[in-house]
């Protein structure tokens, strides 16, 4: 797409950092954890699972913000919206997405709730399954959607996570409505299996009529649709949205549009360490390319490029700069 | 060596969380860093070099502390001695700890000045240069030296970085006199050049009398001994110390006894991503080899498995377990 807007996506979403520790299966179940998926935790069993975790490595997340900190990476202009404490993991997390180059102005809450954490264990199969201490990051309202901000974006990016809470929601869809009203396109990431479960018809009300862009994984995207087949919930979706990336894996992605499919493979590497983020460093790669002209199979190899380079060592937040992957 | 002690090693060393961001040289010579070194900061320039740092990981770190992470996570049973305060890097410290297996009861801060940081550029060659920030790890005074725990350990280890400071000096001699008296071997690393610039004259003393094993780098090594060539300085060393174990990055390490040398080969890794803890990881290897009564040849052997291990990803402390290593 082309645009003379500056930002060329703002998103909004939960500002998190995430403590990552390795574990083998038996600590999952142990720990009556549903693997490869992101449950919400309190205060109390946040300690519990924390003390009970191994070592840990702590690097910012945040669905929405990795995507917008791998864009920056690739020298994309982004701003995020989100909600930290005024404490030691807020400053980290504000350092490190100002470090990636991405805006973020939302002011921090002072006193109150900490901000929010993400414990993930990294299974040997480089699995991560995800335990959120939300805190401070549930505490955006409607009235921190900076509209002014939303109206300089081509693009207005937003989180399934932020489904859970009815604060967070209605932030969202005062997001999207404002996204529509100054021609921004609208995208959403359907983000976990147990969102889609407790919103399916919310999302698919909004996947038929508010959505432009979609991205969702293979899994959640069955989810949308109980009973019906892979192949079978692509030809439903299909044709719903300008654009819908189904994420497969190892196996690579789909891309659906009214005009046909475009399949793209995953790209290989010697080592899968930690697919924490692989999903959001995909929507980072293939809103990069969109944003920049770019052809849907140009897109969907530039996010498989990135995602490809998140999974080789722990974190979400690509270790180095992401321009690299421009040249090939 | 045999023993009916309960602890391997105890350690006292500076409690530290590392801050690790990758970097180009240019950002080195911009922020006036001697490159591969450690230089103490204060807290005005720790504010002003985090600003100017780009995206970082936050992994626990301290010299001494990496080391017995590595003990214990090859299976020995280990005790540090050292401060931090009772805010979230002070808690993310000792869980990190702990969680590895090592005892750490020494009580926190309240108030006062923060859980020390490191500051850690890592450049394209894999080197990292360190910036500390000491804060409430230099609160570590001759009181907090926990006589009792050292009478039960084997080796009592201290790091050079302690000479630095006063207090944490004066704590560290008592530990060493405590050893003495208590039969545990005293074991010393010599940290940076700077520390061994800065107190050449002590260290070289404490060598002839005190140390019963000493690690250092190649480049330490020489600045102990000004204007000789490293034969000259290997001479020199040769016959102090039990052991005398210098290390020289992918060329291996030399261990010196009175009774000879043992040539210790580096093992080969793909990508050196990040030095940062490869000495702490060698004398973890190497302590647990010597208080397990291997051979002088299998200690290096494990010492620089150890060390290649650490240097595969960012940060000093082993992301799964080492005890792998000992099946080889």
Not at 296 to 322: F, M, N, V, W, Y
Request: charged share 20%; glycine share 10%.
């Amino acid at each position: 797409m082309a645009s003379d807007k500056p930002y060329h996506v703002v998103a909004i979403g939960n500002a998190i950092v995430d403590v990552l520790s390795f574990a083998d299966d038996r600590f999952i179940d142990e720990q009556q954890m549903r693997k490869g998926t992101m449950c919400l935790i309190d205060d109390a069993r946040a300690e519990g699972l924390y003390g009970a975790m191994g070592p840990s490595t702590e690097v910012s997340g945040g669905s929405a913000a990795n995507t917008l900190a791998g864009m920056a990476s690739l020298g994309a202009k982004t701003a995020f919206i989100g909600k930290v404490n005024n404490d030691e993991l807020g400053k980290i997390f504000r350092h490190d997405l100002n470090a990636s180059g991405v805006e973020f102005t939302t002011p921090e809450t002072v006193g109150g709730q900490p901000t929010a954490r993400c414990l993930i264990v990294v299974t040997p199969d480089g699995q991560r399954t995800m335990n959120t201490y939300l805190g401070a990051a549930g505490e955006i309202h409607p009235q921190d959607v900076d509209m002014g901000l939303i109206a300089r974006a081509q693009v207005f990016y937003g989180e399934g996570y932020m489904w859970d809470l009815d604060c967070t929601k209605q932030a969202l869809r005062k997001a999207f409505a404002t996204a529509k009203e100054v021609g921004a396109k609208v995208a959403f990431t359907l983000s976990d299996v147990f969102c889609v479960e407790r919103s399916r018809e919310e999302y698919l009300q909004m996947i038929a009529e508010d959505f432009d862009i979609l991205f969702c994984n293979h899994e959640e995207a069955k989810a949308l649709y109980p009973g019906k087949s892979f192949d079978e919930v692509l030809d439903a979706l299909e044709g719903q949205c300008e654009v819908i990336a189904v994420t497969c894996g190892s196996k690579g992605s789909i891309i659906l549009t009214p005009n046909g499919r475009v399949q793209v493979d995953a790209i290989w590497v010697t080592e899968v360490v930690d697919t924490t983020g692989a999903g959001d460093l995909y929507a980072a790669g293939f809103l990069y390319g969109y944003t920049h002209g770019l052809s849907l199979a140009e897109c969907g190899r530039l996010a498989s490029a990135c995602a490809s380079d998140i999974i080789t060592h722990l974190g979400a937040r690509a270790q180095k700069p992401l321009k690299r992957l421009l040249v090939a």
